[in-house]
């Protein structure tokens, strides 16, 4: 409401400052734009005229009056699942719609046509719209309830196709001046005009009951956070109709609007302007600022619009909370707040679209207020590029993205030549890196905070040498075993009494406190952090000590030493590979079977949604995940193999005394493709140590390898650990001291690392 009075007095001055009286214009040039932009605004993109041409084809075959018949009359439903094969993920992008498929769509996994004999609209919700027009939104509501839109989704996917058509249709115009196109571009867009005002409010979530509101209706809506209840898309945050803003801005160069006066009606133009771009600017600018990932879309969409309505207050209002946003969003060290590879892009993406719709912006004579003149966006951001550094480093050597927190394991950034190490303190994560080309190898070790897309996984770490990600971090996913990803049981640490890690409440982050960091020698690079306020209501210890030790070019190993006091049960994670099983060989017997390891009180369910899922586990336990589980006993030392096609890795083990041992399979997640239904085709291997008591000081040797082991011993010489390899036909021998403040390192092959003191709790 403050937002629309502060639009309201801006425009009232613009009005004086013009010398235009309120009573010598129309209430309908009253709510039109405040000064006239000169057209167009944003240069439209006419490159390719083949190929746009190619892609209109089907709507130039229509007759204008055919084609506004296209632009559908309601809202329609993005999240429909499919209620046959139950394919994919989030109930999103399983079923499509093309032209000519009338009110059906077809699932994108089990090819079946909706509606049909065996899953027929059974259901419908009446909505009565501003105009008095009626809205029926038919359904098919199974046995227990869950109700498909199919024809709404029709119509959502009609709704995004038309628009592209109305984009193409105008650039299409603007190169050649055929009205032809014209015509059919300006007609899209004032359909829309006509129809937008009666759009429904919904509430469109993922395995959700859809919910709808008046059409008139701004925020708040009952039951619904901001942003989420939506009249143009289904999310808040892209309801400015901005596609539909740059065909206008594009129109406006020189259409006759008057031939639309017989299909669309008199002043077309201003029609557009109204009740189409300026009353979903309204719309989405009463949600409350909340600043998450997707505020700088809203904010672009604002600046556009803005620009092409010629309103400096909607261009002034977005940089308001522009500044805002990027004030408290970023860590220093560069990240996005959320933690991730993947939402981190997707943030300095959106803030380079608004710094795009930005650029070179100037204020209109007359403007009262703060005055932009050639307004340059890198000033108004400071951390960008510290920003856009971070979205580079943060790759594994064949550039795929370091799937911390929820990362999609397929997005790529560029291979790295050399191994380079990453401190990133604020966001909680440092990376490790030797060697160059085909000999990398990075070491990643997490103690970030819960800020929303996190991982219950503190202390885990991923491994990639060998040309390949030894030890995987599954990533991102919104299948039903998302749960599972998330888990700390999923990640390479430790499970304390079978509980997933705290979660951060009253907004405090759960994080950890960095110990030491040294990546300057060339030999050893170590990180030691203390990740205890993860198990903050259990663990007295929970510190982990890694050394990544480079012997020679494609000879490099990691000592692991994770020490754990609190708790009776810790449990110690390693998972092998995501994107191939291979196979998993240990020195010692496992061979007795067990059904399950999920703990007495634990829930045997399994998640039927992404949201099925709980730390307690008392519903949905992570351990459900575990299969074929085999159990035995440690002995001192022993060794885990995992063998892929090209690559291997073994890892040397000494056990606490009394340590059981389980092996077993996990979903891999990633190679199902985002495909529910083949979950449980893919698996990857893994290995649990369990020590019991209360206080645990697990110590492993991780040793890469691309055809054949290398790494002839390891063993315990009282506190020193002693691994020996052959290098260049000598026998080598390093001699390996763990603990507070004196960490060593002591090479036959003539080298020694010594920690320097004034590194540690720095």
Known sequence: MLINQKIKR????????????????????RLSVNHRATHPVFSPDTTGIIGLKRSVATVMDLSVDELIGQVPDASGIFFVGCPNCH??????????????????VRCNYCDMLFPNEHFPNNGKKLIIAPSGKQQVYRYHEDANGRQYFFEPHAWYDRWTWIQT???QLARLWFATRDNAYGDRAAAIVGRFAQLYPDYAIRYDYPHAPVKFFPADQKWPYKGVGPYRGAKWSWWGYMDIPVTLAMAYDVLQTGYDWRRMDA?????????????????????TTANPEVYTNMSPRTYQSMIRVGRVLGDPSMVHEAVKRFREFVSMVFFDDGWWKEGTPSYHDMTINGVKAVADALAGYTDPPGWKGERFENFDPEQEVPVYKKALAVSREAVMPNGRKIPINDTWWHTRGEATDSGVSHLWPSLGNAVMGVGTGEDQVMLNVNWSGDFGHSHDDNGSIILFAAGQELLSDI?????RYRGWTVHTASHNTVVINQRGQDKASGGQ?????????????PHVKVIDVDASPAYASAARAYRRQLLLVHAAPGRDYVVDRFDVEGGHDHDWFLHGMCEEEGTLETSITLDKPLTSLVPAWGGNNGPKTQYDTDREGRRFHAYWHLRDVLGGQALQPWTATW?????GLRTHLLSPDNTQVFRFRTPSVRRAGEDGNKLD??????LMQRHSGGKSTFLAIHEPFRKETWISGVQKDGNILVVRYILNGTAIEDRITLGDGNIRVSSSAGWDYQAEERLINE
């Open 263 to 283: 299909v669309i009606g008199p002043g077309t133009d201003q029609l557009i302007e109204k009740d189409l771009l300026r009353l979903g600017y309204e719309f």
């Open 643 to 647: 063998r892929y096609r090209n690559a």
């Open 165 to 167: 058509m109305a984009d």
């Open 475 to 479: 990533g991102y996913t919104h299948t």
């Open 509 to 521: 982050q759960v994080t950890g406190k960095l110990l030491l960091y040294d990546d300057k020698h």
């Open 10 to 29: 801006l425009w009232c001055l613009s009005v004086i400052l013009t010398v235009i009286t309120v009573d010598a214009v129309s209430q309908h040039k």
């Open 681 to 686: 085709d893919f698996f990857r291997q893994g």
């Open 87 to 104: 394919g994919g993920a989030q109930e999103m992008g399983v079923l499509s719609w093309k032209s000519g498929m009338g009110d059906q």
